[in-house]
């Protein structure tokens, strides 16, 4: 049995926090022992077996002296590792997981811990100077590299490798290795009873609304197919959001739901599932319509999507940012859709995956 340790800035998030549940229930259900560290007590999910230790009630007040902040978090976190170590087995692993959440376990110097990289770096950079945010831009690069310069990472997709050796990262290591799924309960818990019942045929995007997701993008795409089965959102609603469904003329097509803590059976009963978006990491979205056996258009962003959707699926692949192509592989989807085939699925098993974090422990 081995002792991991996963940290995380909290687990509100739809990401990379859920990565970070999936992680647990992985080593879990090998015999590990796993402790989730949490910066800051914002828990959005029912967490099962792990032992969930947090650094601060409302980390804001930690934000206020940023630096100073992350020592004095990394003094707590470090305090408390050396609690459960006591007269026991020390950790064998550590996995941190998104910058804040890194710089503290940076600070507190951990033993035998990697940092896993979730998104496109290069992509936000990109982003902010594009909007005029070159300050910030020039602050989050200088971050980065000084962050995981020696420093030993996992990449959750090829694609995110590939930014960090193109942005120049001075890593130790960085291992590639795909995000977990356990496909026997995502598959039975698709198969519960959807909370609000949808009648008939639906298109689904289950995304939060942010702009990277550029919902934007998909409602122009949408409102430009002849006739389609109406559009389901799996999002929290936000004004911006509504004005968009309002000036496309789509109201009476398009309904909001919500977030929900089992959307899998919502994914499962859908004809389609649509992402829209202009960069990600390793999508976790796609990967669990797969499993559940529900067809996919999304775009061909950076990065993940071309490493999900492979061979007979690659078709279904969208230009980023054009709304007539994206509208343009929708309906070839809805027109035919090839049978999904194992061979889409096992790389992300959580068997594999494991096989993978238990060579370097």
């Known amino acids: 049995m081995k002792k991991i340790g996963l940290i ?16 647990a229930e992985m080593f879990e259900k090998q015999g590990d022992e796993v402790y989730i560290f949490l910066l800051e007590d914002v828990i959005s999910y029912d967490v099962k077996g792990a032992k969930i230790h947090v650094l601060s009630k409302d980390r804001s007040f930690f934000k206020l002296f940023k630096g100073l902040g992350d020592e004095l978090l990394a003094r707590k976190l ?47 950079l990109s982003e902010f100077r594009q909007r005029g945010k070159i300050r910030r831009a020039v602050k989050k690069e200088k971050l980065y590299r000084s962050l995981y310069e020696g420093k030993d990472l996992i990449a959750v997709s090829e694609g995110i490798k590939e930014d960090l050796d193109k942005m120049g990262i001075g890593y ?17 818990l698709g198969e519960e009873k959807i ?31 002849t006739d389609p089965p109406p559009l389901k959102l799996l999002c929290n609603t936000d004004p911006k ?17 919500g977030f929900t803590k089992n959307p899998y059976p ?37 990065s993940g999507p071309s490493e999900i959707l492979t061979g007979s699926l690659s078709i279904y692949l969208a230009n980023v ?24 699925i096992e790389k992300f098993s959580m068997d594999t995956i494991y096989e993978k974090y238990d060579s370097f422990r």
């Not at 130790?172 to 039975?188: L, S, W």
């Not at 959001?241 to 739901?257: A, C, H, P």
């Open 266 to 302: 919502v994914i499962k009963n859908a004809k389609l599932l649509i992402l829209s978006s202009e960069r990600e990491g390793l999508p976790t979205v796609l990967i669990e319509s797969l499993i559940l056996g529900t067809p996919i258009v999304s775009t061909n962003c950076h």
């Open 172 to 188: 130790r290591t960085c291992e590639v290795i795909y995000n977990p799924f356990d496909i026997e309960v995502i598959r039975e």
């Open 8 to 23: 995380a800035t909290n687990l509100a998030g739809s990401g990379a926090e859920k990565v970070v549940l999936h992680l």
């Open 78 to 124: 470090k305090s408390m590792i050396n609690t459960i170590e006591q007269g026991s087995q020390k950790f064998d692993l550590f996995l941190s997981n998104l910058p804040a959440a890194d710089r503290v376990a940076a600070k507190a110097d951990l033993p035998h811990c990697r940092y896993l990289i979730h998104t496109s770096y290069s992509m936000e």
């Open 321 to 344: 940012n054009d709304s007539k192509n994206l509208s343009k592989k929708i309906a070839l989807a809805l027109e035919y859709y090839p049978k999904i085939k194992k061979s889409h």
């Open 195 to 225: 909370l609000h019942e949808i009648e008939g045929e639906y298109l689904l995007s289950a995304s939060a609304f942010r702009p990277v997701k550029r919902h934007d993008i998909l409602l122009e795409a949408y409102s430009k197919l």
């Open 241 to 257: 959001l509504e004005k968009m469904i309002d000036t496309l003329g789509i109201r009476n097509k398009v309904e909001i739901l």
